[in-house]
């Protein structure tokens, strides 16, 4: 299972764009890269999902770069509901996922 | 996205009773369910892989005997949490995998279940 490496924390004001990086050094070929979104005492929320290149959907960008040791989730022009927890998980792409979920990134944003 | 829901959303009980909690997909069929803990302030740390129709496989340092898990169908897993103690005060969290062709698969979570022991 690839380790993930984030910031622990970022802040942010409304309207701005937030990118959270994450290093993914042992990623294996056939891992697909997920974040998700967790608010406090609730479960996390799948956000986007990549393999390489570039991922886009209604609520973020997901940038991987060709050597895909690290992954960059990019929020455009946050609010405040945005003040969240961001984790970044790899995983094998068949059978069962097992996912190992790191410190996560703690996302404040502020008016 | 894919829909998983956790029943009871939250739970009092007092030291020494069992309490169980559901995890269900909503719309779509699971073979495979996950159960999570986090504690205040931590990660969500992964206890078990629920398997329809076989038994579950435990994380290191998780008690298969006080933590039982069920996965009777494809939409249903329990996790029943035996003789609670305080320390099993928690909020488990439960994720179940949809399928979607054959190169790709995401996870999703249920919205949790906080466990309070007395």
């Known amino acids: 299972l690839a380790k993930t490496t984030q910031p622990i924390s970022m802040d942010s004001y409304e309207g701005q764009e937030v990118n959270i990086t994450c290093s993914h050094n042992n990623i294996a070929t056939n891992d697909y890269i997920t974040w998700y979104q967790q608010f406090p005492s609730q479960g996390p929320r799948f956000i986007i999902q990549g393999y390489k290149t570039k991922v886009t959907n209604e609520v973020a960008s997901l940038f991987i770069p060709a050597d895909r040791k690290s992954s960059t989730l990019s929020l455009p022009r946050v609010s405040l509901s945005d003040t969240a927890v961001y984790y970044c998980?790899?995983?094998?792409?068949?059978?069962?996922?097992?996912?190992?979920f790191g410190t996560g990134t703690r996302l404040l944003v502020s008016p | 996205g894919a829909v998983v829901s956790q029943h009871p959303s939250w739970v009092i009980c007092k030291s020494g009773t069992s309490v169980k909690i559901e995890c269900r997909s909503l719309?779509?069929?699971?073979?495979?369910m996950f159960w999570y803990r986090q504690f205040p302030k931590q990660s969500l740390m992964l206890m078990a892989t629920?398997?329809?129709?076989?038994?579950?496989?435990?994380e290191q340092g998780v008690e298969k005997d006080k933590f039982l898990i069920n996965h009777a169908s494809l939409t249903l897993s329990t996790l029943t949490v035996t003789s609670a103690h305080p320390e099993d005060s928690s909020f488990y969290i439960c994720?179940?995998?949809?399928?979607?062709?054959?190169?790709?698969?995401?996870?999703?979570f249920g919205p949790g279940t906080r466990l309070l022991v007395l």
């Open positions: 994720s179940a995998s949809d399928r979607r062709g054959a190169h790709q698969e995401t996870q999703y």
């Open positions: 998980l790899v995983g094998m792409n068949t059978g069962f996922q097992k996912l190992v």
């Open positions: 719309d779509f069929q699971a073979t495979t």
């Open positions: 629920s398997n329809e129709g076989s038994k579950a496989t435990y």
